[in-house]
């Protein structure tokens, strides 16, 4: 057993932090006691954390392990072997940088996922949708002007066992590929209901397949005691997405009040990748030209909805869309989350562990720091509450723990 004392606790819950509180492990990497004034089990490995914060691992619910934007001649001549290691690569970055738990929102297969579980690499706990299903000519569908595949999502074309065709059209096509997604691992659908905000040759408003192909594939997760995520950012084809029964909206950028308060009254989830929004696209807009003038007038609209619909009520989630954005910042989104919407430190907090958890399905595992729950957790040298963007800098992170596991211990070291 071990035994973290002297720690003030975040747990997760959004209570009020407790002071001089221990947490006890068993040795199957699970909570067996927590609070204030518990003396630590006879036997106990203690470690002592006076002064330093105890806080659940962070869980980014939009990530892409499979995926970093770059060059993509570069890509397209990379052999499938690189991109494997690239993405474990990816995976140990992630775990670095505090999140002990993932939603991969496509573009990572099954025997990626079952290999980080018999711990051949250090991995967060995933739970992947391997394929984006898209239109013919929607948002995932890679096929190029020149008649070849884009190489970032699209490399493994030929693999249909592991990355199967995710192009439909029509409800028995898009029934069709659901079930071989699931056939392929999937542990929850992710569909393209608009196009992209940054992307070249999209648009964001353009809706992409009908409600009727929608509720085909929702009705196919519900068969499988699972759910739809959609990446919808244009105002029509978030309403279809929900329209469509989806359970958690990616992105949602422009969004409006009618669809935050349907939002809340459905009781679904946004998952705004705030990162993406207060990281990557302004940044490239404070370089002149860039990017367009109208992507630059979209991403401080992108702003003020994401502020809207946290006002409104509407239950966000944390993600991050690293993958786009750079691998290993996923702590940003805190400190974006903040920054956008008027966040507290312990709401942001709240967000990428308990509603993040709630959000993924994972919420009787992980997410909050309660009996019972595996020991995903951070000891954060500092108070987070007081400078949420100190979670950024992976040398505050003196210990990360999985279900118990060290990963990674700079108070013992």
């Given amino acids: 057993m071990k035994a973290l004392v002297h720690g003030t606790l975040i747990d997760g819950t959004g209570t009020d932090p407790v002071p001089d509180a221990t947490i006890a492990i068993d040795d199957d990497g ?26 659940p691992g962070l869980i980014d619910c939009h990530v892409h392990l499979f995926l970093q934007l770059g060059d993509i001649e570069a890509d397209a001549l990379k052999p499938l072997t690189t991109r494997v290691l690239e993405a474990a690569e990816r995976a140990k970055r992630t775990l670095d940088a505090g999140i002990t738990s993932i939603r991969d929102i496509g573009g ?70 659901a079930r071989e997604t699931f056939r392929a691992g999937a542990d929850f659908l992710k569909i393209c209901t608009t196009g992209g905000l940054s992307l070249p040759n999209e648009d964001p408003n353009h809706t992409q397949f009908t409600v009727e192909e929608i509720k085909a594939m929702v009705a196919e997760a519900n068969a499988h005691g699972s759910y739809v995520a959609a990446h919808a950012q244009g105002l029509q084809g978030i309403k279809n997405a929900l329209a469509g029964g989806v359970r958690t909206i990616e992105h949602g950028y422009f969004m409006d009040e009618e669809v935050a308060d349907s939002m809340v009254e459905q009781g679904r989830y946004l998952v705004p990748t705030a990162h993406l929004t207060n990281g990557r696209l302004r940044k490239e807009a404070a370089n002149p030209g860039s990017l367009p003038e109208d992507v630059i007038a979209r991403s401080n609209t992108v702003a003020a909805n994401l502020k809207m619909a946290y006002e409104k009520g509407v239950t966000i989630a944390m993600g991050t869309d690293v993958g786009v954005a750079e691998h ?64 950024e800098n992976e040398s505050n992170l003196l210990m ?11 108070i013992n070291s």
């Fill in 30 to 55: 699970h909570i067996a006691d927590v609070g204030a004034g518990i003396e630590p089990p006879r036997g106990a490995d203690v470690i002592d954390v006076s002064g330093r914060t105890i806080m």
């Fill in 328 to 391: 290993g910042t996923n702590a940003e989104d805190l400190t974006a989350l903040v920054a956008l919407t008027g966040m507290s430190p312990m709401q942001a907090i709240d967000a990428a562990t308990k509603t993040a958890s709630e959000c993924n399905r994972t919420d009787s595992q992980a997410g909050t720091l309660t009996i019972g729950k595996q020991a995903d957790l951070l000891v954060v040298n500092g108070d987070p509450l007081a400078d949420i963007s100190m979670l």
């Fill in 108 to 177: 990572t297969p099954q025997g990626f996922k079952l290999a980080a579980q018999r711990g051949l690499f250090a991995s967060p706990r995933m739970n992947i949708a391997v394929s984006i299903i898209s239109q013919t000519g929607g948002h995932g569908d890679y096929a190029l002007p020149s008649g070849i595949a884009h190489p970032w999502m699209a490399a493994m074309l030929g693999y249909e066992t592991e990355w199967p065709n995710s192009v439909g059209d029509g409800v028995e096509s898009v029934t069709r590929v």
């Fill in 400 to 410: 990360i723990m999985q279900g118990g596991k060290v990963h990674k211990d700079l």
